[in-house]
């Protein structure tokens, strides 16, 4: 039978609920952790932004893919297709008389309309950072150890994060002509080398020559210190921009060894991502359980000039949902207490809860109905709690309250003859000390 | 770990040739066998994944295998998200639209393909919108009862065609196989894959350049490369 409409998400977009919302959460908060550690401060931009704003920073491929609606005053309406722009638009505007440099963070939901071949879901939600008003290679390092930091603080330790340099690719195959060097940047984007190869091929019937070999040889550069010696090499062909570019890898790659990472990080000159905006080093980040990164970013050093302010930039984002698949569940079970009452012993119930509440333990607080307080449902929540150590599902019991149900580690009943108490010393204790505070009239 | 996703069918034999000329060796007979992963003889961090080829793309995409090789024809249908490694220059075939002797292509208005991406392109560089009937088996059979105007398909020898008396109206382009390998493990698993592709291509001597046929620096205007 046909699911009925009503009942389902739009695809591409997910529902996140009980052990998977705790541990999404988890990370998200061990990631914002991370980067208030490094001084960067949290952020909110509408979801909602004019589609005009997002002309300024998207390329028309991405652009066709915005979810659009219209304001009553016929203006399009754009839902976030990413966080970059918005943060631009906000350094232009609102932060525009804060102190340099901004460090910015966020977490944020983003939409972008799939494709009849959808390669990624249509809501994702980007955890990710800006550093605006620094253009050293000191910013790209923090940027990308910051990275490292975060995904090591998740528990990964398998995982390494890809850089190239925008600067560079561009000026090595500025040597060639227009259409040729559209045609290159397009299979780089597409990282297609077998169409990169054959158009090198196609500029110079003579591939020994040395812009052909240099040419050739680029995309398969890869490693540390050695690759950016090769960079470096080939870079004699080119223009200054080339040597330039260089250095400033060989600066990247130096401060990324004394934030401590280095072994996490590996050059790739061939990479070139699908974004007009990125002017510097670029950067992606995989780890061995998932096949699709689960990181990306790079300076975007023009970016802020057509907002109106002329600054700097690099930034990262990370994928939570992807980081969802690839980190492993580590959330301890919900410490809570399930308080089920009759309505006669409501105000001791609730003032145990309070109580409770006051000390920092989560407290589910239930009525039951009256005529089916039997010491048989009873029983059934005692034996359930007696073996859980906190993971096992205990009974389906209606006196569990619903929201409550296989997480709570603890139970009190109160009923007439008085609270039972299903937990540890613990709890007894504290019931103890709250009988103290107050006589029970019940 | 390496785990290389093989193609199922036509193209395997010459796949299985090439292989252990680089130290790649299937331990079993994998064209007889009805195992779908193979171990390496000799390699034990190396295994074999025997899939569609149709469904090459998306397991190398999603990374359940680290590489794949895998026909051009089907790649640029799938525009998977993977890298391009290498031009094998083995499984080469021709993509073709064919019909009735006499069939004006100015003037054709549907067509029957395994490949609409393919189709789609070929027509749409010469400005004509064509309507695409989507079939999956035995398409030479759609001109013959009228179901389209001509088909867009893959030729080796050109003998279904013709015992169906259908000729070769125009080449859209040259299929060869791939290697295609996964995001992540092109960066986790940078050595192995290189030593496959660097091996790969001194094997097919395929640093000797462009296919014949086919004309340099086309590969994104036209149809296929």
Redesign the interface.
Same mark, same amino acid.
């Given at each position: 039978m046909m699911m009925k409409r009503f009942l389902e998400r739009p695809r591409g977009t997910r529902d996140f609920a009980l052990a998977e919302m705790q541990h999404r959460a988890t990370i998200e908060r061990a990631l914002q952790k991370e980067f208030g550690q490094w001084g960067y401060q949290p952020i909110e931009t509408p979801l909602l932004e004019y589609a005009a704003t997002f002309a300024k920073g998207l390329h028309e491929g991405e652009e066709e893919r915005m979810y659009r609606l219209f304001d009553a005053a016929g203006q399009t309406l754009a839902l976030r297709p990413e966080m970059t722009t918005p943060v631009a638009r906000l350094a232009a505007t609102v932060l525009s008389e804060e102190p340099l440099p901004l460090r910015l963070c966020y977490s944020a939901k983003t939409y972008r309309e799939q494709g009849p071949?959808a390669?990624e879901a249509a809501e994702v939600t980007q955890v990710g950072v800006e550093l605006l008003g620094d253009d050293s290679a000191d910013a790209d390092a923090e940027m990308i150890a910051m990275m490292v930091g975060g995904l090591a603080r998740l528990g990964l330790s398998?995982? /390494?994060i *890809?850089l190239g340099h925008v600067g560079y690719v561009s000026a090595m195959l500025d040597q060639v002509g227009r =259409?040729?060097r559209e045609?290159l940047v397009?299979?780089l984007m597409? /990282? $297609?080398?077998? &169409?990169y @190869?054959? &158009?090198v /091929?196609?500029?110079s019937s003579d +591939?020994e020559s040395d812009l052909s070999s240099a040419l050739l040889e680029l995309p398969?550069i /890869?490693?540390g210190r050695e690759a950016l010696q090769r960079a470096r090499v080939l870079a004699q062909s080119g223009d200054n921009a080339a040597r330039l570019a260089c250095d400033d890898m060989f600066d990247v790659w130096q401060a990324l060894c004394e934030h401590g990472v280095g072994r996490f990080v %590996?050059f790739?000159l061939g990479l070139y991502p699908n974004h007009d905006y990125y002017t510097g080093v670029v950067m992606?980040g995989?780890?061995?359980r998932?096949? %699709?990164?689960i990181c990306y970013g790079g300076r975007y050093d023009h970016l802020l000039a057509k907002f109106g302010r002329p600054l700097p930039a690099t930034g990262c984002v990370l994928h939570l949902e992807r980081l969802q698949d690839a980190v492993e569940v580590s959330a301890p079970a919900r410490d809570l207490i399930a308080l089920s009452y009759e309505p006669a012993c409501r105000a001791d119930a609730l003032g145990f809860a309070r109580d409770l509440r006051g000390r920092g333990y989560q407290v589910a607080t239930t009525l039951y109905p009256l005529d089916e307080a039997s010491a048989k449902r009873r029983d059934g929540v005692a034996e359930a709690s007696a073996d859980s150590g906190g993971q096992t599902r205990p009974s389906m019991s209606p006196v569990a309250p619903t929201g409550a149900r296989g997480v709570a580690r603890s139970a009190v009943i109160w009923d007439r003859s008085g609270p039972t108490l299903q937990g540890d010393a613990l709890l007894t204790e504290m019931f103890a000390q709250f009988q103290e505070r107050r006589p029970l009239p019940c | 770990m390496l785990t290389v996703a093989l193609c199922k069918g036509r193209m395997l034999q010459s796949t299985l040739a090439l292989l252990p000329t680089v130290g790649f060796t299937p331990a079993e007979d994998v064209i007889d066998s009805r195992k779908l992963i193979i171990e390496d003889a000799v390699r034990p961090d190396v295994r074999y994944l025997l899939v569609k080829p149709v469904d090459v793309p998306a397991f190398v @995409?999603?990374?359940?295998a680290d590489v794949g090789l895998v026909g051009k024809d089907i790649l640029y249908e *799938?525009?998977?998200?993977?890298?391009?490694?290498?031009?094998l220059q083995s499984g080469i075939c021709r993509m073709v639209i064919a019909g009735f002797a006499g069939t004006n292509l100015r003037t054709v208005r549907r067509v029957a393909t395994k490949y609409p991406r393919v189709a789609r392109e070929f027509f749409r560089v010469r400005s004509q919108q064509i309507e695409i009937i989507d079939i999956s088996g035995s398409v030479e059979l759609a001109p013959l009862v009228g179901l389209s105007d001509c088909i867009v398909d893959l030729v080796e020898t050109g003998r279904t065609l013709s015992e169906n008396g259908l000729v070769i109206l125009a080449e859209a382009g040259t299929i060869s196989t791939?290697l295609v390998a =996964?995001?992540? +493990?092109y %960066?986790?698993k940078?050595a192995a894959i $290189?030593e496959l592709s660097d091996g790969l291509r001194r094997a097919t001597g395929a640093h000797t350049?462009?296919i014949e046929g086919t004309?340099?620096?086309t *590969?994104?205007q036209g149809a296929v +490369?």
């Open positions: 071949l390669h398998e995982f /390494r *890809a =259409n040729a045609l397009g299979a597409d /990282r $297609d080398l077998v &169409t @190869e054959r &158009t /091929r196609g500029i +591939s398969h /890869r490693g %590996q790739d992606e995989y780890v061995d998932l096949g %699709q990164r | @995409e999603h990374g359940a *799938a525009e998977a998200d993977l890298h391009e490694l290498l031009d791939r =996964n995001r992540r +493990s %960066q986790l940078a $290189d350049g462009v004309k340099p620096g *590969a994104r +490369s």
